[in-house]
């Protein structure tokens, strides 16, 4: 069920979630990117409070309600990174893609069952603006064993925050 009402902080409480500080990057890349009214993201990987919320392959060790779980950490973290990117996430005027990567078996091929814990999620909390494109790809292995990885492309309004803005 999408909850649009509201200002996506309103939602965020209701949904009984916090913004956590954007994580910062693992490697030698950006967490995000400001390109005019564009940004992209960085592939958001599933941690929470510091750790992994699992670890592993779908189709092995990890299962589907954990995966959407992992997926849902993930997408949290997309918006922490919109938000800093923004400067508030009421800016986003439409999340415009989104892929999720899936670490599993070859034989797993529930990935957009997976990819509905970030998409449902996104949708709860900016409401309209987070109707997207998307794509769920399966692959052999994610960085540091998380079992889901995820990447998103938004639009923001002209006026929010500095126009090329980029991570501190």
């Not at 967490?31 to 779908?58: F, M, N």
């Not at 299962?63 to 959407?68: E, H, P, S, V």
């Not at 960085?143 to 090329?164: D, F, M, W």
Request: glycine fraction near 10%; include cysteine.
């Amino acid at each position: 069920m999408t909850e649009g009402t509201g200002t996506v902080a309103e939602r965020l409480a209701r949904l009984g979630l916090r913004l956590p500080p954007p994580p910062a990057p693992v490697a030698a890349f950006e967490p995000y990117v400001r390109h005019g009214s564009t940004i992209y993201t960085s592939g958001q990987i599933a941690v929470r409070d510091g750790h992994l919320v699992a670890t592993g392959r779908l189709g092995a060790e990890v299962d589907l309600a954990a995966g959407q779980d992992a997926a849902r950490a993930c997408a949290v973290n997309v918006l922490a990174q919109l938000q800093a990117a923004a400067g508030c996430l009421d800016a986003v005027t439409r999340l415009v893609k989104v892929t999720v990567y899936v670490a599993c078996t070859g034989e797993f091929v529930q990935q957009p069952q997976v990819a509905d814990g970030a998409s449902q999620l996104l949708l709860d909390v900016l409401g309209a603006a987070g109707a997207h494109a998307r794509s769920a790809i399966g692959v052999a292995a994610l960085p540091l064993g998380t079992p889901v990885e995820v990447e998103a492309i938004a639009q923001v309004s002209t006026g929010a925050a500095h126009e090329e803005a980029q991570p501190q």
